[in-house]
């Protein structure tokens, strides 16, 4: 038989409803349309629509929906506000054309000219993707299908229709590339996508948008939001057109360029057209109509029953033997000729692929009636159990596109039922592809399943072409080898029509392949700066690789490097082929952690280098004491308590200590150290910068530098204070040193120390002495001695002080000094100490402490940072000549930069967000001398009184208000200076204080903020942050991006550049316990 021509719609579903058998070795390529190209040099022209904002509509009485003719921006804004849905613009229904993407790199140089003509290539190349979103959501035959859940796991098609052109937006936004928005509040919206994590879970529908209720109930809101959001994707077209047109041009074009960005805008479309038509496709028929565009196969056997002659004449599959071979994995970000997204690139390997075989075609829809037939879907012993779990709750009992009705088959496509289509690929999640390599084992005796991710690539090595040139070879040009890129039909078609050399069909294309690997990065692995969690969050065990592409697969997602992974329940235009080998797929994939508590743990353990760090220090002072009490490191028996992820285990173990065991009171803390790291090879975690931003970190095993020969254990010791001494006995060395070691209950936990030691024991303590001691004890170390004094006696040895650092953010350190002193256990308690004695009360009131700890780090001894401050902003007042008229400090609690202010000015007001600090220090300062306690050691419960004259600082005059509700009062006059210090990310509303500081500045007078920018929800609502948020797959600004922007738009000029500054607040007197932190310094003025 000839290949069947691409007849008009209307006569090739008149002749597919004739239930005909189509065959044919080779389909016909339908014609392309040509592309739209802009004029040259020239921005697109906005048509005027009727309503250029969707709250400017009027409420009106929507006429009749007549179907809309076109949703193509192409031409200007399409109007659908006061008349019937349809366009100012072409109305015409050209076919899809299929897409390439475009050329990034090349051995060769190009000239300016050639240049040009890839600028040209991209600006085509972005309006024909943008258009094709566009087009295929004219399928909707009314404005309510916009709103409708289609899929209960993802948004309504509003959300994607918009999406698409906030991501350029936002990424070209957050690069640096443009400065002014579109619409703001929609770029917010519209990029909070929902993650498929689970199958049940289903969100609230709290969007900003219509529910499909509401928008059947009030159509004309639900037509004014589409028109809002068509407005706006007009808009960004010409915004990212004219763009394009005055950006120079580069060659060759890297992942730090503009045109970069673009093009990873352009694939995240060509991602975005393919999921939402799976989304469509779901849409019941009443919504939708057919578009001429994505128009289906003609060609296969389509019957509403498996019984016909045609049907049982469909290819029969069968196994076609691949030899062992090579096939390559990775490839590099430096040498790439095409876009591809952060997991495709890495250490580039060829990796050998033992030999299977595989089945000659995809599995069809009369191949898999067998396992429905079969009673496939209530039969347990086919699932996984993860795969029984999706079963049992969502009760599935055929492929979700196919329909039955009076024990008739029907086929879903995109915007039609047709009667089944018996030889097209059977479309399946992985969790049916996997039971049915399970029934199909069990029925032919042979070791089936779903193929590896490299069992794959070894046939899709098989057709030498790609869908441009690249590592893998060259563009396929006008003769695309398989059904993908809408290069046919925007549907399945029969799996017999494409083979490769090697003998299989459909080596890609047609629908996406499920395979059995879990998806993970190479060796390498970098993720972009504009997209940095593309992949990471799909690192975990959850995601599958889907293989080769699908019919709708446009660009770069049909190419054959491409990596996408989902999850086992998800839909996609995806079926499967069996492979028979006895070899297991085997799964190792190391997660990426983001819990904050156990991320901050790895940071400190694993983030620096052994030598130097806290861990190595400590290790060799364990290992020190050892040699000095005749032990040999060979004989040892070792535990760390409270060991939190166990670099210090390692360290011992590394140094030569026979037998080092781990234990902490979360097992969470252990098990990325021992599952992942030790066995698995590698660690990943996520370390938090600001807010919000993070950037991910991985450790190798090899990166510890040490050969594990010792017995290293790790164990879960939920209670320091009650230790199981049947399970955790007979050790030489214990250890509990770490910050925070003795937990909750340290004095019960100093008293269960002898249960985990051997008599002659050595015991290794550290601690800040931060907690309440013995009452009677002087200083810490001697509270030590009388709660270890029963089991325990001194080493004379001297104790050993190590600094630590423990990062919690780009700008914040938990700091302190650990004093790690020795101990050796007792064969016996003494007798004269049965009892623990009586711990220390707190000398101090809970506002005497705050106050105390507040006056010590703005007038202490080492109270350098607000000192530096004033003395600072001092300077600048005077390099630019400002008044030293009236000067306003604002701070958590005011105090050392207002007395240095108060040197130079007339008059300096000191305002607080603190009633008790500010209280507390006008009192003092009015009171001709400030008097402070601080603790000095709170284990003895040691006090230090410190007293400074107020006539000291030289302070002029002084006065204080407290900012009730954090708003400034409004009396307080007008200033040539106002100092905001540590303050900003304290404040409900930054945004709306900073605004009212605008009212209380002279003309050119000068502003100085300085801040660390530690954001929390629990001060600052998210969405009141200056910046370090993110918002679905973007970041918004940095903190100080945020403030520049704020501050500009309100009329400050920023003049000088930022300053960074160090400081430390201490805890204690002694220096032991404290935080550092770096904060940024800003001056601006109006």
Not at 47 to 70: C, H, I, K, M, T
Not at 449 to 475: F, I, K, M, N, W
Not at 642 to 658: F, K, N, S, T
Not at 1034 to 1060: C, I, M, W
């Amino acid at each position: 038989m000839k290949p069947l021509r691409m007849l008009p719609a209307r006569a090739w579903c008149l002749d597919r409803c004739k239930h005909k058998s189509f065959s044919s070795s080779r389909p016909l390529r339908r014609e392309r349309a040509l592309p739209w190209r802009p004029a040259h040099s020239a921005s697109l022209t906005t048509e005027q629509s009727v309503s250029n904002r969707w709250q400017d509509a009027q409420p009106y009485v929507l006429p009749e929906f007549q179907g809309l003719q076109s949703l193509n921006t192409r031409q200007g804004h399409v109007s659908l506000i006061g008349t019937n849905i349809k366009a100012v613009a072409d109305h015409s229904h050209e076919a899809a054309q299929p897409m390439s993407t475009v050329l990034l790199r090349s051995k060769e140089s190009r000239s300016v000219a050639e240049q040009e003509n890839t600028r040209r290539e991209i600006m085509d190349y972005f309006h024909a993707t943008f258009s094709l979103t566009e087009k295929l959501h004219e399928m909707f035959d009314s404005p309510a299908a916009f709103y409708e859940k289609h899929e209960r796991l993802r948004h309504p098609p509003i959300f994607y229709l918009g999406h698409t052109a906030a991501f350029y937006v936002n990424k070209l936004h957050l690069g640096g590339h443009i400065s002014q928005r579109v619409d703001p509040i929609l770029e917010m919206q519209m990029a909070v996508g929902v993650d498929e994590m689970s199958w049940d879970d289903l969100d609230p529908n709290s969007y900003v948008w219509p529910s499909g209720k509401e928008a059947r109930e009030d159509p004309a809101r639900a037509l004014a939001f589409l028109q809002k959001v068509l407005n706006f994707r007009r808009d960004v077209r010409v915004l990212v057109n004219d763009l394009m047109a005055k950006q120079p041009m580069e060659w060759p074009i890297g992942k730090e360029s503009f045109w970069w960005v673009i093009m990873m805008g352009i694939e995240h479309e060509n991602i975005h057209l393919e999921t939402s038509s799976v989304i469509h496709r779901q849409a019941t028929l009443e919504h939708l109509r057919k578009v001429p565009a994505f128009g289906s196969c003609p060609q296969g056997i389509f019957h509403t029953s498996p019984q016909t002659a045609a049907a049982l004449g469909c290819p029969v599959n069968s196994l076609v033997p691949v030899s062992a071979g090579t096939t390559r994995l990775g490839r590099s970000w430096e040498e790439t000729s095409t876009y591809g997204w952060d997991n495709e690139f890495g250490i580039e390997k060829q990796v050998e692929v033992p030999a299977f075989a595989a089945s000659k075609f995809l599995v069809s829809n009369l191949e898999f009636l067998s396992f429905v037939e079969a009673n496939g879907y209530s039969t347990q012993r086919y699932w996984t159990e993860e795969g029984w779990g999706w079963v049992s709750d969502m009760k599935p009992r055929a492929p979700r596109f196919w329909q039955q009705r009076e024990g008739k088959f029907y086929l879903r496509t995109l915007c039609e039922e047709v009667p089944m289509a018996w030889n097209w690929p059977v479309e399946v999640c992985n969790h049916e592809a996997a039971a049915f390599c399970k029934f199909l084992s069990e029925k032919t005796g042979k070791s089936l399943r779903l193929p590896s991710e490299t069992e794959y690539l070894r046939l899709r090595d098989s057709v030498p072409t790609d869908v441009q040139d690249s590592a893998h070879g060259p563009a396929w040009g006008a003769d695309v080898p398989g059904n993908v890129s809408l290069a046919y039909w925007a549907s399945p078609c029969p799996v017999d029509l494409f083979p490769s050399p090697i003998g299989v069909y459909d080596a890609f294309g047609n629908v996406w392949q499920h395979s059995e690997t879990h998806i993970d990065v190479f060796d390498g692995f970098r993720t972009h700066p504009l997209y940095d969690d593309f992949t990471t969050p799909t690192i975990g065990g959850l995601h599958s690789r889907i293989m080769g592409a699908s019919f709708l697969s446009c660009g770069t997602v049909a190419s054959r490097d491409n990596r996408f992974g989902f999850r086992r329940h998800f839909y996609q235009h995806a079926g499967f082929r069996y492979v028979e080998s006895d070899l297991p797929v085997i799964n190792s994939v190391s997660p990426y952690e983001r819990d904050r508590e156990i991320c901050d743990a790895l940071r400190f353990h694993f983030d620096a280098p052994a030598e130097g760090s806290f861990h190595a220090r400590l290790a060799e002072v364990c290992t020190d004491v050892l040699e000095k009490q005749g032990l040999s490191l060979e004989s040892t028996k070792a535990v760390e308590l409270a060991c939190g992820p166990g670099r210090q285990v390692l360290e011992l173990a590394r140094r030569g200590v026979a037998s080092v065991h781990g234990a902490d009171r979360s097992a969470k803390f252990l098990q990325g150290t021992a599952q992942r790291l030790l066995t698995g090879g590698r660690l990943r975690w996520t370390n938090y910068l600001e807010g919000d931003f993070t950037v991910v970190r991985e450790m190798q095993v090899q990166e510890l530098s040490m050969k594990l020969t010792a017995d290293v254990q790790w164990h879960q010791m939920p209670d320091l204070a009650s230790i199981d001494e049947h399970k955790f006995q007979n050790y030489n060395l214990a250890i509990l040193a770490q910050p925070g070691a003795l937990g909750p209950d340290p004095v019960a936990t100093l008293g269960s120390l002898h249960r985990v030691l051997k008599p002659e024991g050595i015991l290794v303590l550290g601690t800040q002495y931060d907690w309440p001691g013995a009452r009677q004890a002087a200083s810490g170390v001697e509270a030590l001695t009388l709660h270890l004094g029963q089991w325990f006696d001194p080493i004379p040895v001297d104790a050993v002080d190590i600094p630590f650092s423990v990062q919690r953010t780009a700008r914040i350190f938990d700091s302190g000094v650990q004093h790690v002193t020795f101990w050796k256990r007792r064969s016996e308690p003494r007798p004269e100490q049965k009892q623990a004695p009586p711990q220390s009360v707190l000398p101090l009131s809970s506002e005497e402490l705050a106050v105390g700890q507040h006056l010590e780090s703005h007038f202490g001894p080492q109270a350098e940072y607000p000192l530096a401050c004033g003395s600072r902003c001092l300077e600048v007042v005077r390099s630019l000549g400002i008044s030293t008229n009236r000067a306003l400090e604002l701070s958590n609690g005011p105090g050392r930069v207002a007395a240095e202010l108060a040197k130079a000015f007339s008059h300096v007001d000191c305002g607080g967000a603190s009633t008790e600090l500010v209280h507390s220090t006008r009192d003092l300062f009015l009171g001709g001398e400030l008097r402070w306690k601080v603790l000095e050691d709170r284990t003895a419960s040691n006090v230090v009184e410190r007293t400074l004259p107020s006539r000291s600082l030289a302070a002029g005059n002084l006065d204080f208000f407290c900012m009730k509700e954090q708003v400034i009062p409004d009396d307080v006059g007008s200033y040539d200076v106002i100092c905001v210090f540590d303050l900003l990310d304290r404040l409900r509303s930054p945004k709306e204080f900073l605004q009212s500081l605008k009212g209380r500045l002279n003309p050119s007078g000068l502003l100085v903020l300085s801040s660390c920018y530690d954001w929390s929800e629990d001060l600052t609502p998210k969405e009141n942050w200056l910046g370090g948020f993110r918002y679905g797959d973007n970041d918004g600004p940095s903190s100080y991006a945020g403030l520049r922007e704020l501050l500009t738009a309100e009329g400050f000029k920023e003049v000088l550049p930022p300053e960074e500054s160090w400081f430390c607040v201490a805890q204690q007197a002694d220096g032991r316990t404290g935080r550092q932190m770096q904060a940024q310094m800003t001056f601006w003025r109006l």
